[in-house]
C-alpha cells in the first residue's frame, strides 16, 4: 500500500514564491552586484526597518535566532554560575543558549491556556544565582508580561523575551519584542518572516545593551577599528544577502499576519464543540499571529495519523518538553516535574497554517478533523 500524498501541507513557502520569488532573487542579484557582503547598507536598512516594526528604539541582525538568544543573555550579563528560569516548553535553544554561557537553565511550568511561562512557576523557580527570566512568545500567543515584568523588577533579574514564533504578535498593544529589556528573534526560512537562510535579530530600547550587542556579534569589535578588540565577542552577523531578503519581506508581513489571523478564525468557528483545545484568538489589544496553529487532543496520534491519510499534514511542536531531553539528564529533572508542560506536550498538534492557505483548504481540514470525532 502506498502512502497517501500529503496535499495540504502544515506549512509550505511553495505560495510566498510566486507572490515575491522574483523580487527576492533581485534583492540577492542587488547584493551580489555590490560586492558588499558584511555589515553594509542592507543590514542598516533592514535594523532600522525592524526596529520601526517592532515599535524598539533598535533592532541587530544576526546570523539567527539560537545566537540572537545567546548574545541578548550575555549582553544580560548572564555568565558562568548564573541560573536563568524559562520555560521547558519550548524549541531546545531558548536553554542551550543560557548552557553555552555556563549558566544553568532552570525549568518554570507553563499557563494551560497560552502555554506561555506562567510567573507563579517562574517565580517558585527563583534562587539567589538566578539572573534572568526568559519568557517564549510559543506558537504566536504572547505570554502574560505585566507578572513577569513585576517579578523581574522586584527581584532586578533581566527579562527577555523569546520572539522566534511571535514577530508583530501584540500584548495589551505592546509589539512582542518591545516588552522586555531584550528581545530576540528567530527569521529562520519557515518563520512567520523567514530569511533564505539562517537569520535572527535582538532587540532592546537600551542603548547600552544594543552597543555591547553589537560588539559581541561582530568579535568585540568597536569603534570602527577593523583590528581593535574591546571585548571577546563572537561572529554572529547577518550576512547582507539575507538582509535584502528580509527587506523584501518585511512590508508584507502585516498582510501575511492578517491571512494566518483569518485561517486561525476558521478553524475556531469549524472546530468549536469538538473534543479538542483550541488555542486562544486573542482579546482586547493582545492578538496572537499563530506561527503555528495548534490544538490539544488527548487522542493526538490517531487524529494526526488519520488527518494524514486523507492528505493533511500536521505536527507536534514539541513532543518532549526540554527538561526531560537527553540533552539535559544530567540537571536531573523527573517526569512528573512540570505536569503543565508535560500534559501539553502528549497532547499538542498543530494544524496547516501559513499565510497563503486558502479558506477552501482550512474548511477541508476543518471537515477532516470533524470526521475524525464521528
Ligand atoms: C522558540 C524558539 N526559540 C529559538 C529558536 C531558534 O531560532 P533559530 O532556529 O533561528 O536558531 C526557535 C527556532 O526554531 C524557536 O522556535
Known sequence: MTATAVDIPLFTLEGQQAEIGAEVKAAAARVLDSGVFILGPENKAFDAEFARAVGVKYSLGVDSGTSALELALEAAGVGP??????????????ATAVSVLGAKPVFADVDPETLTLDARSAEKAL??????????????????????????????LALIEDCAQSHLATYKGR??????????FSFYPSKNLGAAGDAGAVATNDARLRDL????????????????????????????IQAAI????????????AARRRVAAIYDEGLAGLPLKLPPLGSGMSRPVFHLYTVRCERRDALAEDL???????????PTPVHLQPAYAALGARAGALPVTEAAAREVLSLPMHAELSAADAGRVVEAVRRFFR
Open 213 to 240: 550587542v553589537d560588539e559581541l556579534r561582530n568579535c568585540g569589535r568597536a569603534g570602527g577599528g577593523r583590528y581593535h578588540h574591546v571585548r571577546v565577542g563572537h561572529n554572529s552577523r547577518l550576512d547582507e
Open 246 to 257: 528580509l527587506r523584501v519581506k518585511l512590508p508584507r508581513l502585516e498582510a501575511w499576519t
Open 175 to 184: 509589539v512582542t519584542g518591545s516588552i522586555g529589556d531584550l528581545a530576540a
Open 127 to 156: 534562587t539567589p544565582k538566578t539572573k534572568a527570566v526568559v519568557a517564549v512568545h510559543i506558537y504566536g500567543q504572547p505570554a502574560d508580561m505585566d507578572p513577569l515584568l513585576s517579578l523581574a523588577k522586584s527581584r532586578r
Open 81 to 94: 554560575g548564573d541560573e536563568v528560569v524559562l520555560p521547558s516548553f519550548t524549541f531546545i535553544a531558548t
Open 308 to 318: 494524514r491519510r486523507r492528505g493533511i499534514g500536521t505536527g507536534v511542536y514539541y
